[in-house]
């Protein structure tokens, strides 16, 4: 039956056929600066009334090598190590988010693509990235019609949270003082030298003010009021007369705000934050009504509001995305949160346990389609291929809705992935039965079905408990465990070697390959080789690194071929060795001393599932 798009008070549908026919024609609303700001309060809407909001990453690269890649045989430790390092590296061009309601068997998606570039808005020195790309990357980027000169000169820029409070110190603008707030209550009672201090700044407070509400003051000429502004200490803070005390500790800031109470009818104090942190000084502002002081604190207030906004650039949406408190539906959740967290929130934590407590607090709940196509078939990578298998496998009619008319320019840029993603989550609730009936209470039931895939990070997790490295899979489309005491890497073979070639050489080689093993190839220098003969892979290494070794073995050996346990590609990870090719990798970290590896010295036992370019550097852009 062919699929067909049916156009009805101005919403569009589209089958699941014509999803994939119709790519081109899918209504993706491209944001840039030009229009970001006139868009923010619709994304806040949208996303305050979906369901769930999927998100897409598009970056300037991902992995440098083969084995650089997270992998079936990756730990989460490891998978994370390896993301991390991603992350770190390249930079996200764009960020397509679309909140969406499941309805029955209607998706109802509301797709955004922004495109992005870090860009120092505000001249404070951040974000200054010197940030790698891949050409793999922006050569597939070109053949879809990126357009890189709009993205480096429409790119929104952003600052991650840390950033934001750094630029704060920076910008160093002054800071309101809500004094109705403020409380004493707890000042310890004033030395000597306090009272010295604070009857020295009221008089000279008294005096200022008295001159300036004096009423003599406006007819004397312009010379004379500027000597005795100078006299006076007067500056200005936009239109009116202020004057700053300097403070140089939070002791004295508490006793001067204290004292400025007593003027609180007229003068407004601000604070005026140090670059190292603290307060430098305390800038109190004369106003002639209670009529100007609100209207002062309105224009500190908007001012701050808008260049806050400025430097948040696109991670206010980041941030109405945390604050919803919505499940984020990803396809790579593992690699694309480790590059959210590290260009939107702050820099990444050393280890995986961290990362996670980090980001559970912006983002309690992630959802991850690869581990709902767990749950009924192999997990595949592609998200197309994905689709394809339940396509021939289930029977999940999913229609999506748009609810507003694509532009021109709309249907020609780049986005599509997020509503893939979406078509394959809703497909996946369907065939789980996870979509509520009529008598059920809705999301809060597709929600609460839904907990058992939240925060799963790895495709090795059976659970979102604290990581234990328990298990790992060293081949994709197979469930089967093995240990990872139970896998070795083998490196220093010939090469162009297939892995069917280095098994039937292994083969009768050694009394521990009598046995059932199996082979794998990492990359092109390095292979994996699994034991199922528990202690047998101990035995093998033991042998690859003693005297006593003969045999085919042996000449293989006195060739160059070595071997080690999955200790070491730990060790690898960690150590943050990213050599181009594996086995250079595994050298250098047999080198290393073992105090320089405490996961060495990790009690947990481990298990694996097992089953059948060049870079550019753009420096400050």
């Not at 004057?243 to 003068?267: A, N, P």
């Not at 407004?268 to 209207?295: C, F, M, N």
Request: aromatic share 10%.
């Amino acid at each position: 039956m062919v699929a067909t798009t049916r156009l009805l008070s101005q919403k569009r549908f589209f089958s699941a056929k014509t999803l994939h026919r119709n790519h081109l024609q899918w209504p993706v609303k491209q944001i840039t600066k030009s229009n970001y700001n006139d868009s923010l309060e619709e994304i806040k809407h949208h996303i305050s009334t979906s369901h769930f909001v999927a998100i897409s990453l598009q970056n300037t690269g991902s992995f440098s090598s083969p084995w650089h890649r997270l992998s079936a045989f990756d730990t989460l430790h490891t998978a994370y190590s390896k993301a991390k390092f991603a992350a770190e590296r390249f930079q996200i061009f764009q960020f397509a988010v679309c909140p969406f309601k499941i309805e029955a068997c209607k998706i109802i998606a509301r797709p955004y693509n922004f495109h992005l570039f870090p860009r120092d808005e505000l001249k404070l020195g951040m974000p200054s990235y010197s940030f790698t790309c891949q050409t793999s990357s922006l050569n597939s980027m070109a053949k879809e019609g990126f357009d890189f000169n709009a993205c480096i000169y429409e790119g929104i820029s952003y600052l991650s949270r840390e950033q934001e409070s750094s630029a704060k110190l920076r910008r160093g603008n002054p800071i309101i003082v809500d004094q109705e707030k403020s409380s004493f209550a707890a000042t310890p009672a004033p030395a000597v030298a306090d009272t010295i201090f604070v009857e020295r700044i009221r008089s000279r407070v008294k005096h200022w003010k008295n001159a300036h509400t004096d009423s003599s003051f406006k007819t004397d000429e312009a010379l004379v009021r500027s000597l005795r502004n100078i006299i006076l200490g007067t500056e200005q803070h936009g239109s009116r007369p202020c004057t700053t005390i300097d403070v140089c500790s939070e002791r004295q800031v508490q006793l001067v705000l204290k004292m400025l109470e007593e003027f609180s009818d007229d003068l407004v104090p601000l604070l005026i934050p140090a670059k190292s942190g603290g307060t430098q000084a305390i800038r109190a502002v004369l106003t002639s009504s209670k009529e100007d002081r609100d209207l002062l604190k309105r224009e500190l207030h908007d001012l701050e509001v808008e260049q806050d906004k400025k430097v948040r650039g696109f991670r206010e949406v980041i941030d109405l995305i945390s604050a919803s408190q919505k499940p984020v539906v990803s396809h790579n959740s593992l690699n694309d949160f480790v590059f959210i967290h590290s260009k939107f929130l702050a820099p990444l934590p050393p280890n995986v346990v961290e990362f996670l407590s980090s980001l559970h607090v912006a983002f309690p709940q992630v959802l991850d389609v690869s581990h709902l196509m767990m749950d009924i078939g192999p997990a595949i990578t592609s998200i197309s291929a994905n689709t394809s298998y339940l396509k021939k496998r289930f029977f999940a009619p999913m229609d999506v809705e748009f609810p507003h008319q694509a532009t021109e320019n709309e249907s020609k840029i780049h986005g599509h992935n997020v509503l893939k993603i979406c078509h394959l989550f809703g497909r996946l609730c369907s065939v789980l039965k996870l979509i509520p009936t009529s008598s059920q209470s809705g999301n809060h039931h597709l929600a609460s079905t839904l907990d058992g895939f939240t925060n799963i990070f790895n495709l090795n997790s059976d659970s979102c408990q604290e990581p234990t490295d328990e298990d790992i899979r060293v081949w994709t489309n197979n469930t089967q465990k093995v240990r990872c005491k139970d896998v070795a890497f083998l490196w220093g073979f010939r090469k162009r070697m297939s892995a069917r070639m280095l098994k039937t050489i292994l083969q009768g080689s050694h009394e521990v390959f009598t046995e059932e093993f199996d082979v794998k190839l990492v990359d092109r220098s390095c292979a994996m080789v699994v034991f199922w003969q528990p202690s047998f892979c101990e035995i093998f290494v033991d042998i690859m690194n003693s005297e006593n070794i003969c045999g085919a073995l042996k000449e293989m050996v006195s060739e160059g071929l070595k071997a080690t346990g999955y200790q070491t590609y730990k060790r690898v990870c960690s150590s943050g060795l990213w050599e181009a090719e594996l086995a250079d990798a595994l050298d250098k970290a047999l080198a290393l001393p073992d105090t320089n590896f405490e996961a060495d010295n990790e009690t947990n036992t481990s298990e694996i599932y097992w089953s059948k370019e060049l870079k550019i550097n753009l420096d400050d852009l």
